[in-house]
């Protein structure tokens, strides 16, 4: 199982931010600023469909961690996503996996706004997610590092407790590591 998450940002607008935690005017503007700077294929109903998706996710955690869920997740990549050039995100927060709150940490296999689309949709815990890989056959397919390319398939993680994460960042300041691609 890899030892890191990555959470992909923008730098001028701060690191483990969720659009869907800003009024729908200020979440209209970094969504039209996105489609107009570097992301033009952004759908109309993005805000939308993310929202149902984030209502979806909050019942699923609640459900397989057994607590509330108060507030949107932070969302990263299972693995060392740091290497992927993505000019809406160019910046990079890696962190240990180990030191983020296990009781506030969920996964989905692939993006959650897709499995948010299929029949079977569901989320992991964390020991779900030892499980699968002690299995082995499930994640074949997944990319946990992107170092060789863009994954087509990955794990996304979510983090249910911004206070959490921040005890993460603060107490890994050395493992934990901030990179910021140039953009082209």
Sequence with gaps: MPEVVTHRYDPARGACLNVCSLGDLEAARVLERLRRETRPNLKADYLERRRDTETWLASAARVALGRAIAQPPVYFFLGDFSYVVDRSRPASLVLPLSSLPAGAVTFTLGDSMSVAAERGRRVYTFGEMVGLFANG???AGFGFCDREGVQARFV???V?????????????PLQGRRRTLERP
């Excluded at 249910?160 to 890994?172: I, T």
């Design 137 to 139: 056959e499930v994640l």
């Design 156 to 158: 996304e993680v979510q």
């Design 160 to 172: 249910w407790e911004r206070e959490g994460l921040l005890l993460a960042q603060q107490a890994a």
